[in-house]
């Protein structure tokens, strides 16, 4: 039986999307996704962190919401999307490497 060893290589690069998705829940206001991506989108573009397209950002940005409503960081009401006292956790700063 041959052993094979695999090796992976793994970059962690900061979370762009998740981090300014945190940035805008955390001030505890109420969004629909579309209210809040447009916000997400437009904060990217600024900082210049947009790549591959508003749609491909669009599934991404739902994507890691739906993450963080998982992690229990985010509530869901409805179609309603809340921060919750300890969205600041779900922060690239605040990941350990």
Same mark, same amino acid.
């Given at each position: 039986m041959s052993n094979t060893r695999r090796t992976r290589f793994s970059r962690r690069v900061p979370d762009h999307v998740t981090d300014e998705l945190v940035n805008v829940l955390a001030d505890k206001a109420t969004f629909g996704f579309n209210d809040l991506f447009e916000v997400?989108?437009?904060?990217? /573009?600024?900082?210049?962190?947009?790549s591959g397209g508003e749609e491909m950002?669009?599934?991404?940005?739902?994507? /890691?919401?739906?993450n963080l409503?998982?992690?229990g960081l985010v509530e869901k009401n409805g179609k309603e999307y809340r921060g919750?006292?300890?969205?600041?956790?779900?922060s690239s700063a605040n990941v350990a490497t």
């Open positions: 997400v989108y437009e904060n990217l /573009k600024a900082r210049n962190a947009v950002l669009r599934l991404r940005a739902y994507e /890691k919401l739906q409503v998982t992690r919750l006292n300890n969205i600041q956790d779900a």
